[in-house]
């Protein structure tokens, strides 16, 4: 059963429930993938492939992080669309090249954001990577949206979210260290998919909750 956006919204909007748990998330986010385990696997295997094959071409494997940083996006595109019950194609991965200009230019704008955060402290720089964490999740749900105008709604939408992030994103990194060392490897290929529509989940339910902030602050 796939569960839709509105759905994790009722559990938003409820009186006294303000935060998103970490159980929720992934609830929600294996929920999305009954039924959808295959094409999910094959949409995050896919960048890893042609990596692999640009890798293998002499200088290509130079520039092969830049060239195919859209199907990065395209991933967080399959998985978006997944979690929002609209049956994605795998083809999705490869949409973001339509785009190429402007995905390139916001890959340069938040690393050298987060880089320059990162030479003032460790800290500082990890404040300002999940900061910018939802700017391709945003460029994707605005296709007319200016890069810069992309991360200033990230930056609006992680407010007061940031270290909760992290903490997810640690535990995250936790199940994934036994799921490793105990498959071998070969659990990754279903823990991938899942990590994916975790964090898909939570910018959904991150940008709901921001947007029904903003309706309160306007109704006053």
Not at 65 to 86: A, K, Q, S
């Amino acid at each position: 059963m796939c569960e839709t956006t509105e759905s994790a919204a009722v559990s938003i909007a409820a009186p006294g429930n303000n935060e998103i748990s970490f159980s929720e998330l992934c609830k929600f986010a294996w929920r999305n993938l009954k039924g959808h385990w295959g094409g999910a696997i094959l949409a995050s295997l896919v960048p890893m492939f042609i990596g692999m094959a640009a890798n293998s071409i002499p200088f290509v494997c130079f520039v092969s992080g830049i060239l195919l940083f859209p199907l990065t996006v395209g991933v967080t595109l399959y998985f978006l669309r997944l979690v929002r019950c609209e049956n994605p194609k795998v083809e999705s991965v490869f949409e973001p090249f339509r785009q190429y200009g402007r995905m390139l230019w916001g890959y340069c704008r938040v690393l050298i954001f987060v880089l320059l955060h990162f030479l003032m402290l460790i800290i500082p720089g990890y404040v300002a990577l999940f900061r910018y964490s939802m700017t391709y999740y945003v460029m994707l749900d605005n296709p007319e949206c200016s890069v810069r105008e992309a991360m200033i709604a990230s930056r609006e939408i992680m407010y007061g979210h940031k270290w909760q992030m992290f903490g997810y994103m640690l535990l995250l990194f936790l199940i994934a260290i036994p799921i490793m060392l105990f498959t071998l490897g070969i659990g990754m290929i279903w823990f991938a998919p899942f990590v994916q529509a975790f964090c898909a989940r939570y910018y959904d339910m991150l940008q709901q909750k921001y947007a029904l902030k903003q309706s309160a602050m306007q109704a006053e």
